[in-house]
T-cell receptor
């Protein structure tokens, strides 16, 4: 059972570089999310999407962009990497609002 | 003031003890209350889900909500080493938007 799959698992970026974190889910969920988790800070919502073609900002969207061209995929783009973006990133999906959210395994990103 | 407050721990208990975890929140709009468990280097997974004040039991786990004091608790009975993880409380508003606490790390020693 694949569920929510994120790639890459680990990545080191230099300041100013750009990259895309990939996320795909095979549960046909409408809702998808990107969170970041910093030590002692809990999970913060970066962006979310309620369906293909629809995205919206979460709590901490600055420095990130997303797109949702298909139900399955929800990539997260970092355009100009900064040390403050060093974090663990989690993609997640759910059937709809108020339903269980299923998380991927996480992507560890370090910006140096 | 953070919307959701949790003691980060670590909370260390011997195997078989009762684990008591707490969470406070400030937003009266929260209606659903979830507890997620997160093992090291893994994504969070839903443990329990409650709606409204009162208790909900699921095996060794009991979730308690007191909306009047904005206080959420999770109890783990007969704790096992496999319960060692970080537990995140996540109150949710009617739109389904979760607000995660920072999480409490639990260590159960054999």
């Amino acid at each position: 059972n694949a569920g929510v799959t994120q790639t890459p698992k680990f990545r080191i970026l230099k300041i100013g570089q750009s990259m895309t974190l990939q996320c795909t889910q095979d549960m046909n969920h409408n809702y998808m999310y990107w969170y970041r988790q910093d030590p002692g800070m809990g999970l913060k919502l970066i962006y979310y999407s309620v369906g293909a073609g629809i995205t919206d900002k979460g709590e901490v969207p600055n420095g990130y962009n997303v797109s949702r061209s298909t139900t399955e995929d929800f990539p997260l783009r970092l355009e100009l990497a900064a040390p403050s973006q060093t974090s663990v990133y989690f993609c997640a999906s759910s059937p709809g609002q108020g339903n269980t959210i299923y998380f991927g395994e996480g992507s560890w990103l370090t910006v140096v | 003031q953070k919307e959701v407050e949790q003691d980060p721990g670590p909370l260390s208990v011997p195997e078989g003890a009762i684990v008591s975890l707490n969470c406070t929140y400030s937003n009266s709009a929260f209606q659903y209350f979830m507890w997620y468990r997160q093992y090291s280097r893994k994504g969070p997974e839903l443990l329990m889900y409650t709606y409204s004040s009162g208790n909900k039991e699921d095996g060794r786990f009991t979730a308690q909500v007191d909306k009047s004091s904005k206080y959420i608790s999770l109890f783990i009975r007969d704790s096992q080493p496999s319960d060692s993880a970080t537990y995140l409380c996540a109150p949710t508003d009617s739109w389904g938007k979760l607000q995660f606490g920072a999480g409490t790390q639990v260590v159960v020693t054999p």
